[in-house]
């Protein structure tokens, strides 16, 4: 199908494997990273399908001028106490993803997927994911992306601004919205975003399921923010699913689309997955899923988690217990 482009104990503990995503270039040979080529599609009992038809188009413009396209889709009639929203990141690529796989089964509820991208052709914008994704320094100096210089980063808290702004006025001026069911999901720089967001600003959102974050991220800042996070902290209530693949980090490994999205990544991260686990855990419980997809590299975990993500909180947000997680099959 052609690209959707317009102008207008599953964890509560260390059960799953201790090893989060970090992105690395580990593929000598092809395939490339190309961002005009859309992920595969998803696979396995947990896929999401929708239809491109029910697709809503939509433009939204921050405060600082950048201009984001949403593609929304409303599953199901809204309850009465509005739709439980999902925010996709990398939304161009998540949408394409979602369109692409077929005859799923249907979600537990009612629910309005929010992908959240920019309004250009490329399934993944590098330059603007770079800013939006990734935090500043706290030390009011300009902040460049590691692997590329040149490219200006740190802009996560006028993302996030984005997000609870115009972004919810946009959706909220079309759709009832229950303001006590809302998640994100984000891979790689998009999953550093989420883990951010949930540290930092973690009543943002209820549900959060970052997938192969970056953690080496100028390091040690995302191993600070774990330590500093306790059951004090906004998000302490929050649903949390991490996931990852178990073939991240393993060089020669070459799976159909090993390199579906950027590397994000030049050595393995200082800040280890046991360690974030460990800080995460005894504030989250049985809150807390880690899930590692066996023989999967950086780049497929971004089809791979999408599904098990959105039925988690489609489940979730319609009363199932322990955050929806029991809800997939496994």
Known sequence: MPPIFAPSRLVPGLALVLGLAWGGSLYAGPPKFDPMRAPLPQTGPAAVSVAASSITILQVDSDEGRHYRLWVAAIGKPPASGYPMMILLDGHAA?????????????????????????????????????????????????????????????????????????????????????????????????????????RHGDAFQFYAPTSPSLWWHAPLPQNLAERFDRHQPGASACVRLSNGSAEGRPGHHGSRPDAVAPDQPSPPLFSAADLVQQLEPVFGQRLQWQTYSGLSHGETFPASLGPAIRSFSAWSHGAASCGFDALKR
Request: aromatic share 10%; no cysteine; net charge negative.
């Open 95 to 199: 949408i394409q993803t979602l369109i692409d796989t077929r005859d799923s089964a249907p979600l537990p509820g009612p629910i309005l997927l929010v992908a959240v991208g920019t309004p250009g052709p490329a399934y993944f914008d590098v330059e603007q994911r770079a800013y939006d994704y990734t935090p500043d320094l706290a030390d009011g100096q300009p902040i460049f992306d590691p692997r590329v210089p040149q490219r200006r980063a740190g802009g996560a808290e006028a993302f996030l601004a984005t997000l609870l702004g115009p972004v919810q006025q946009a959706l909220s001026s079309r759709w009832p919205l229950d303001p006590l069911h809302r998640g994100l999901w984000g891979h790689s720089y998009g999953g550093l975003f989420t883990l951010y967001t949930l540290l």
